[in-house]
């Protein structure tokens, strides 16, 4: 399952009132580690897809939101429960260390 | 059991990857789960490999060496080695994902990791002003004024991408001279963003929860003084990666795996390393291919003494005297 595209048009009713937990996945094109982790995080959707909705937002085509988020560094992961920022996890790593950070979210 | 499996995604691992596939070894490459291609992910223009008089992008130079090695049979997992087993005539690879592999000869090609300023504020300021890739968090400096601390060709290119961005460039570096190639220190010196700051260190971060300036100390009379920044870079340097093979392999006294001579032989028969991880000097692309061919036609060379049949292949004193025997 590859996580789906969330923009400024749709970030309010895809992650800010989503009624599970949403990791955000700030991201570039131009970013390598981004592209290098993307498909970690498409296998940690696909297997907690019950607890934690994972969606991705492009800070080159959403600016607003990355500086609103004060995103300085990608990749950038950021847990929101109903609407609020729970959890921040910079940078790639490896599955298990994902997982590890994102414990409270997937287990 | 495979002949040969090589870790390591930079150039020196698939460039060992061509010619291990090409003497038709079959090899399979562990490139990491997210560090695949290795450090040349994260640059951009790299002018100085043989062959592409216009340049070519880090990525795509990456994505063309991969593709080289998989045409002739080289196939590659993303997961990172937990564990090694060495010694012996069968090598065994434990990955993240609990898979093992086998092996009767390993390229040990891992590359080197960035250098920590070693400060304790870094931890908490890491990703948040802090970073140690330009290419991925320069967009985020817009008209700032930012900071690169180092003095080598990744810090001068780190500078001269990242005045695309900010309004004002300084670099940081604790000598008066820099180690970058002339034509890169040229290309910083002419551009009016960049402001050298000779003969200082970085002795603190400021900032609670982002990078708000540094405290720099002289590196020749001790004195302090704060800088203002947006954003500081680190490029001071890169430590060889050996974590996974430390007690197992001899290492030199810089850190990096030692090896016989020019060839790539560690102290283990079957063991071999090329690249950053054995490389304290010149760390190139273009080397690190090189020494990757080196440890492919050594562990070739191995593979080719070693007995025949399978059960013989489990005999590790016969294993030796062979290698023993060709080298």
């Known amino acids: 399952m590859t996580a789906r595209a969330v923009t400024e048009a749709t970030f309010d009713q895809e992650v800010l009132n989503n009624e599970k937990a949403v990791l955000v996945d700030f991201w570039a094109e131009w970013c390598g580690p981004c592209r290098a982790v993307s498909p970690i995080l498409d296998q940690i959707a696909t297997e907690h897809a019950d607890k934690l909705d994972i969606v991705k937002l492009n800070v080159d085509e959403n600016p607003g939101l990355a500086m609103k988020y004060q995103i300085t560094a990608i990749p950038a992961f950021k847990v929101f429960e109903k609407g609020e920022v729970v959890k921040t996890v910079i940078g790639a790593k490896p599955k298990p260390a994902l997982e590890a950070d994102l414990a409270a979210y997937i287990s | ?42 640059t951009t223009e790299v002018e100085n490999f043989p062959g592409f008089p216009e340049g070519i992008m880090g990525p795509e130079l990456m994505t063309k060496l991969q593709e080289q090695a998989e045409r002739f049979g080289t196939e590659v997992v993303y997961d990172d080695v937990v564990e090694l087993e060495l010694d012996g005539p069968v090598k065994r690879v434990k990955l993240g994902n609990g898979d093992e592999h086998e092996a009767s000869a390993i390229i040990y090609a891992t590359g080197s990791a960035y250098r920590k300023l070693g400060l304790p504020e870094e931890e908490v300021l890491s990703g948040h002003g802090l970073s140690w890739c330009a290419t991925c968090d320069g967009f985020f400096f817009r008209q700032k004024t930012i900071a690169v601390v180092g003095g080598g060709d990744s810090a001068m290119e780190e500078a001269t991408f990242l005045t ?61 003084r704060d800088l203002e920044l947006d954003g500081l870079f680190v490029a001071i340097g890169n430590d060889p990666r050996t974590h996974l093979v430390h007690g197992k392999l001899d290492l030199t006294s810089e850190g990096t795996i030692a090896v016989d001579g020019r060839t790539s032989k560690t102290n283990i028969p079957g063991v071999f390393a090329a690249g950053d991880v054995i490389d304290p000097h010149y760390r190139q692309a273009v080397t690190a291919a090189g020494s990757g061919t080196v440890a492919a036609l050594d562990a070739e060379h191995y593979l080719a003494a070693l007995p025949k049949s399978p059960e013989a292949g489990t005999d590790s004193s016969v294993a030796e005297a062979e290698f023993a025997a060709v080298n």
């Open chain 2, 1 to 42: 059991m495979r002949d040969i499996i090589i870790i390591g995604s930079g150039p020196a691992g698939f460039t060992a990857a061509i010619y291990a596939a090409r003497a038709q070894l079959k090899p399979l490459l562990i490139a990491s789960s997210v560090e695949i291609g290795g450090e040349l992910m994260n």
């Open chain 2, 164 to 224: 695309r961005f900010a309004d004002k460039v300084y670099v940081i570096h604790r000598r008066d001279t820099l180690k970058a190639s002339k034509i890169m220190q040229q290309r910083a010196f002419d551009n009016e963003k960049i402001e050298f700051i000779w003969n200082a260190e970085v002795a603190r971060l400021l900032g609670e929860t982002a990078v708000t300036g540094v405290t720099l100390r002289d590196t020749v009379t001790g004195e302090e």
